[in-house]
């Protein structure tokens, strides 16, 4: 079946840091990626998505690339701030055949420290 | 637009007894999915409507739960009876299609604790 694998934390860094979050997958078809970010007490938002290799998804700063030989599509950012603190849940979704519902990784819990 | 409402926020009910949670798609959308989140197996789909019909409802549990979307505005998630182990946030989200890269908007899910 489908998966995806990525960091649990928390992960702890300082204002001005550079992240990395890395996500790998498993698909039993062409899917497409995403990452989303949960803040305390609030449902999902999409952050960015990729829906074929060597696509760049990106958004308030944040990229990610989809990398079909490496089955990964990490996160990065070049300089985190403290409202940069919440979850954030690597996805795929192979279209079609029924199943289209993302399937999640467990989630990065990610602090910024001032 | 509002976004995808749910309600309650909050529910907190004692070990058998009956729940239903509430929720209504962003306008157009005609795809509706039901998760849950626990601490211990993450965000799960549980079931998932195209044009009103369940197209997939393998993550559902076991037979104490039930969905249904009676029209394009409104979904019901019922659990009967509930048990401790269902406690978890149920999120709903909706998408205007189910087509490559399309993508869901979540609501601000429902925080279920069952005594």
């Known amino acids: 079946g489908d998966s995806v694998t990525q960091m649990e934390g928390p992960v702890t860094l300082s204002e001005e840091a550079f992240l990395t979050i890395n996500c790998t997958y498993t698909?039993?078809?062409?899917?497409?990626l995403f990452w989303y970010v949960q803040y305390p007490g609030e449902g999902l938002q999409l952050l960015l998505k990729?829906?074929?290799?060597?696509d760049k998804g990106s958004n308030k700063g944040f990229e990610a690339t989809y990398r079909k030989e490496t089955t990964s599509f990490h996160l990065e950012k070049g300089s985190v701030q403290v409202s940069d603190s919440a979850v954030y849940f690597c996805?795929?979704?192979?279209?079609?055949?029924?199943?289209?519902?993302?399937?999640f990784g467990k989630g990065t819990h990610l602090i910024i420290q001032p | 637009d509002a976004g995808v409402i749910q309600s309650p926020r909050h529910e907190v009910t004692e070990m058998g007894q009956e729940v239903t949670l509430r929720c209504k798609p962003i306008?157009?959308?005609?795809?509706l999915f039901w998760y849950r989140q626990t601490m211990m197996r993450g965000l799960e789909l549980l079931i998932y409507?195209?044009?009103?019909?369940?197209?997939?409802d393998s993550g559902m549990p076991e037979d104490r739960f039930s969905a249904k979307m009676p029209n394009a505005s409104f979904s019901t998630l019922k659990i009967q009876p509930s048990e401790p182990r269902d406690s978890a946030v149920y999120f709903c989200?909706?998408?205007?299609?189910?087509?490559?890269?399309?993508?869901?908007?979540f609501g601000p899910g429902t925080r279920l604790t069952v005594t």
């Open positions: 698909a039993t078809g062409y899917p497409s």
């Open positions: 989200a909706s998408s205007f299609s189910t087509g490559r890269g399309h993508e869901q908007y």
């Open positions: 306008s157009g959308h005609n795809s």
């Open positions: 990729a829906t074929k290799a060597d």
């Open positions: 996805a795929l979704k192979v279209t079609g055949g029924g199943a289209d519902g993302l399937t």
């Open positions: 409507f195209n044009n009103n019909v369940p197209i997939d």
